[in-house]
């Protein structure tokens, strides 16, 4: 479930100065604004709604009460069929066959909005949408009609429990959304024992992929983004077992997640061509999920890692980044105004509109705080789940829920 930057977002940009003669203006046009209530100031194509979706609900989870605009503008994208694209620039018109709306900004959205509360019509209309994209092996892709993805079925099982739906009752031709993640869990001889594979590969054989495999264990366990810390379930023994129930699945990529963040305390990626490096987001997803399982020890120990390591990536990659952080911190019941000397949720609100009000009892930073200047940038992970996603002619990031192998 990929998905940055720590300052204010661009209002508008400057206008350029006097034109050259009509004959040979080679001045350049001017880069269209960004919407002033939009968190991030990076380009909003393929993760705005996402990000929003994250920057909004992680607030919430801390005690803020984010600004209206910033609401505002999130519910402002809904499509009239529920749906929600990643941005519409222009939300006047309607939209059409071209808006490339996808389940993953939706459920991000019906995430953010249902804690947030008083969004039940915007929500319903979203879960109905999600209901119509359904496949019939229960689970769903990232668009509308494409194969059923593991990252893209947990998001979904998240918005499902947000708004209080069963998701086990979501069914299509007697499918649910497990059905689907039981048969994207790999079994427990060969490689990448336990874990879930992001979709079968061309041979139709499964391959491990720890962003899926940290998605799969939340969606298993009916969990979305925000996991509620002490609410795990009981820890089970390491032991792959075969996985006849949702719950044993998310017990089994739990254990292949602690195998794989044992060694170092995080998760890598690599780019072709490129040594492996440091995965944050995912690892950040990894520390919710075994979080989510009740693997507590070793969540906390890659928690430890983020603390230490993970402070420019969130600042180069934004509000999405900076949302998974707060929701690793906050379900192993750490301190997100105090992420190894970082302020998350000051970092994070400083890339929204406005400074957001305090809800009562969440703690008092200093009111006449000014927004830092935002690096450029949007959530790295994210895009490049959009881009493995549309690579594989399906056309989500990111989250974030991002889709890189696991070695």
Not at 46 to 62: K, M, P
Not at 220 to 244: I, N
Not at 273 to 299: S, W
Not at 321 to 330: G, K, R, S
Request: hydrophobic share 40%.
């Amino acid at each position: 479930m990929n998905v940055r930057r720590s300052a204010a977002v661009l209002a508008a940009v400057a206008v350029i100065g006097a034109a050259a003669p009509a004959a040979a203006d080679t001045t350049p046009s001017p880069s269209p604004a960004l919407p002033s209530a939009l968190y991030g100031d990076g380009d909003p194509q393929y993760d705005g709604v996402w990000r929003q979706s994250l920057a909004l609900l992680a607030l919430h989870t801390v005690g803020v009460e984010p600004a209206k605009a910033a609401v505002d503008w999130l519910t402002g994208q809904q499509c009239a069929d529920g749906s929600f694209a990643p941005y519409r620039a222009d939300t006047a018109g309607a939209c059409d066959a071209k808006t490339m709306v996808d389940t993953n900004q939706t459920a991000a959205a019906v995430q953010a909005l249902a804690a947030l509360g008083g969004h039940d019509d915007v929500t319903k209309k979203a879960l109905d949408w999600l209901k119509s994209a359904q496949n019939g092996d229960g689970g769903w892709g990232y668009t509308a009609g494409g194969a059923s993805d593991t990252n893209s079925t947990s998001v979904v099982i998240g918005a499902l429990a947000a708004a209080g739906e069963k998701p086990a009752e979501v069914k299509k031709d007697g499918k649910s959304p497990y059905d689907a993640l039981l048969e994207l869990a790999l079994p427990c001889e060969g490689d990448g024992a336990g874990a879930f594979a992001f979709q079968p590969d061309k041979k139709g054989e499964l391959v491990a992929n720890a962003d899926a495999t940290a998605a799969g264990v939340l969606g298993s366990l009916g969990a979305g983004l925000v996991v509620e810390p002490g609410k795990g379930g009981a820890a089970k023994d390491a032991a792959c077992e075969q996985a006849d129930t949702p719950e044993q699945a998310a017990a089994n990529g739990a254990a292949h997640l602690t195998d794989a963040l044992a060694e170092d305390g995080h998760l890598t990626s690599a780019l072709a061509g490129a040594e492996d490096q440091p995965d944050y987001g995912n690892t950040a997803d990894a520390v919710v999920a075994l979080a989510a399982q009740g693997a507590g020890e070793q969540a906390e120990k890659s928690l430890a890692w983020l603390e230490k390591n993970a402070a420019d990536w969130a600042a180069q990659s934004g509000p999405a980044a900076y949302a998974q952080l707060v929701f690793a911190a906050h379900a192993t019941g750490a301190d997100p105004r105090d992420f190894g000397g970082t302020d998350l949720v000051e970092r994070l609100s400083a890339t929204g509109p406005a400074a957001p009000e305090k809800t009562a009892g969440a703690k008092s930073d200093d009111e006449d705080e000014k927004k830092e200047e935002s690096d450029s940038g949007f959530g790295v992970w994210w895009f490049v789940g959009v881009c493995l996603v549309a690579g594989i002619g399906i056309g989500f990031l990111i989250s974030g829920r991002t889709k890189r192998q696991q070695p």
